[in-house]
């Protein structure tokens, strides 16, 4: 601001070297008293976080809007290195997905950080567009609990310049489509509330400064973010407003509603649709239906909301075999699946392997569960997911995000005894509704 009034000043300087003093006097009393305005107008965004967004911005924000398209957008999990039976990048469908997020890169002293390996993975998947020439390709940025990178990289601007630089040269290295941020979660782990309430500003700042400067640069790439999809979160951790302004969709992480934990031991669905009759207060708002309404109340653009859906299911195991409905006792995860997570194809063989297994399905949630003997599991089909994808389609929703392909199943081996075997039998499904 000085240095466009400075300069402005010394052009001046010759246009008016005739005028008589009280003329002159006036002129540089008024720039300097316009300079000071704009110097306090402009004071705030320099320093403070927790301005409002300047207009001048909202203009440049034309983020391909014409094409508004149904996304698709697919998480990958770079595979260790070390396992084998893995999902490859040369193994995934190049026409499944329009957007693939390979995850996740970390926050190292403030910069993105890759290894090698990832690096390498990223070239291998950038290959499919030799396929589909429209597949996007993002870097997905992860960050949870207390060291997440994230919290010390937004506290202050030469931070987030630090990050912001970093990202823009990995995507520029490796042609890359755009990043994804997946910051699990902003101002949550804070206990002081004005701090929380800085952090959320900061995660506001963050994304306004890298959208300038994707405009700044002259480039297409996208911006998008993982958002939680429990309201006690998103009271805390989001300015929607500002997200509604400076991503190109947000992937809502409507899953994990239910799971396993010490403090939750009863069975529950990771992914229900809509509300139960039974359920009431908090545990009605533990569904993708009551999320959705939520971001739209909040003002997040229909066009911008990413509906999760995940491949994956949870496994439990049950108190009592004979106790065995939504809501019944659990001592701890099932044996199907790790930790709990349980893959689709794994359900499928848990299925085919086993002739007594009882199969629920869920009227309210448009879910199944499935149980036998102590295992309990809440996993999702071809089916639930097309549900979930009319849904996306009746409320004009942006699309699909699903967690994960690694958890799809990739290699057919639900349907291998069918004539019509598919691999990723879940994206395909959701594919099939939402392009039509
Ligand atoms: C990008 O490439 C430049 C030079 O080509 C290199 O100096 C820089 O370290 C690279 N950055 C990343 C993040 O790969
Ligand atoms: C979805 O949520 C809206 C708003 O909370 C509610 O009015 C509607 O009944 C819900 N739909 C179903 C099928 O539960
Ligand atoms: C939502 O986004 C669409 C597409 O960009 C736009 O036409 C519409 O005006 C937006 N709605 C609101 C309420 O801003
Ligand atoms: C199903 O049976 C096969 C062959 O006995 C076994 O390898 C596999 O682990 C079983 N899977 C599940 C989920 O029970
Ligand atoms: C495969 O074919 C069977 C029988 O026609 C059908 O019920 C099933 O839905 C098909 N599966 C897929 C994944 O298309």
Redesign the pocket.
């Known amino acids: 601001m000085n240095l466009m009034c400075s300069k402005y000043t010394v052009q001046k300087l010759h246009e008016t070297k005739e005028d008589n003093f009280i003329q002159s006097c006036t002129y540089y009393v008024c720039i300097f008293i316009i300079c000071v305005l704009l110097f306090i107008i402009v004071l705030p965004y320099i320093h403070e976080p927790n301005i409002k967004i300047i207009s001048v911005g909202d203009e440049n924000i034309h983020m391909q809007e014409a094409e508004l398209s149904k996304v698709i957008s697919c998480y990958y999990n770079t595979p260790s290195e070390e396992a084998d039976h893995q999902l490859l990048p040369d193994g995934i469908n190049p026409l499944l997905c329009t957007h693939i997020n390979v995850a996740f890169a970390k926050i190292i002293n403030k910069q993105i950080y890759l290894t090698d390996f990832q690096i390498k993975t990223i070239n291998e998947v950038l290959q499919l567009k030799k396929t589909n020439s429209k597949l996007k390709v993002l870097v997905s940025v992860g960050g949870s609990g207390n060291n997440d990178g994230f919290s010390d990289m937004v506290v202050n601007h030469a931070a987030r310049k630090t990050f912001i630089r970093s990202v823009k040269y990995l995507l520029r290295n490796h042609s890359l489509d755009g990043i994804d941020l997946d910051w699990e979660f902003p101002a949550v782990h804070l206990q002081e509330a004005e701090q929380g309430k800085r952090e959320r500003q900061h995660f506001s700042q963050l994304l306004r400064e890298i959208r300038m400067e994707f405009i700044r640069e002259r480039r297409n790439y996208l911006l998008t973010v993982a958002l939680a999809a429990q309201q006690i979160i998103v009271d805390v951790s989001y300015d929607i407003d500002q997200i509604n302004m400076y991503v190109d969709f947000a992937n809502v992480m409507t899953y994990d509603f239910h799971y396993y934990t010490k403090f939750t031991p009863f069975t529950g669905l990771n992914s229900p649709l809509f509300a139960r009759n039974s359920e009431h207060l908090y545990l009605a708002t533990l569904n993708v239906n009551y999320t959705v309404q939520m971001f739209l109340t909040k003002g997040l653009n229909e066009s911008k909301i990413v509906i999760g859906i995940p491949s994956y299911g949870h496994s439990f195991t049950l108190v009592n075999k004979d106790n065995a409905g939504i809501g019944s006792p659990a001592l701890g995860y099932g044996n199907v699946g790790s930790i709990g997570f349980v893959n689709y194809p794994d359900i499928c063989c848990f299925i085919k392997n086993n002739s007594d297994v009882i199969i629920v399905e869920e009227k309210n949630t448009k879910v199944p569960y499935l149980h036998k003997g102590t295992e309990w599991i809440s996993y999702e089909t071809?089916e639930s997911v097309a549900t979930k994808a009319e849904y996306i389609r009746q409320l004009k929703l942006r699309g699909a995000m699903i967690y994960s392909l690694n958890a799809d199943d990739y290699r057919g081996r639900c349907?291998e005894s069918?004539?019509?075997?598919?691999n990723f039998?879940l994206v395909?499904?959701i594919k099939n509704i939402l392009d039509t």
């Open positions: 071809p349907g069918l004539y019509n075997a598919t039998p395909s499904s």
